[in-house]
Nanobody, 118 residues
Framework: QVHLVESGGGLVQPGGSLRLSCATS????????MAWFRQSPGKGREFIAG????????AYVDAVKGRFTYSKDKARNLMSLQMDNLTPEDTAVYYC???????????WGQGTQVTVSS
């Protein structure tokens, strides 16, 4: 089974930073493609950063390039998303996801809320 547990969301002012983490198992981190998605109010869930096409081949959507950094810490079994220079448009529920067949992602965490507001 694949277990994904996100943490690190919260309220931040525009221009601020947050770091999201996704705790999982060593097998998931080593053998599955992993990625971050987000869902804003009234919108569908969208890919933002991670192994969209293949494991350990990170990609980013244009909206977050240069501001968000995706990384894996295999010693701690964590996948992270460092988010800098946040804007109100980044407000969303952020999900950690894993896949054995990217770009089809079928394993999901419970999500963590990120709110960017002054």
């Amino acid at each position: 089974q694949v277990h994904l547990v996100e943490s690190g969301g919260g309220l931040v002012q525009p221009g601020g930073s947050l770091r999201l983490s996704c705790a999982t198992s060593a097998d998931t981190l080593n053998y599955l493609a992993m990625a971050w998605f987000r869902q804003s109010p009234g919108k569908g869930r969208e890919f933002i950063a991670g192994d969209l096409w293949a494991r350990d081949a990170p990609a980013y959507v244009d909206a977050v390039k240069g501001r968000f950094t995706y990384s894996k810490d295999k010693a701690r079994n964590l996948m992270s998303l460092q988010m800098d220079n946040l804007t109100p448009e980044d407000t969303a529920v952020y999900y950690c996801s894993a896949s054995s067949n990217p770009p089809k992602f079928s394993y999901w965490g419970q999500g963590t809320q990120v709110t960017v507001s002054s």
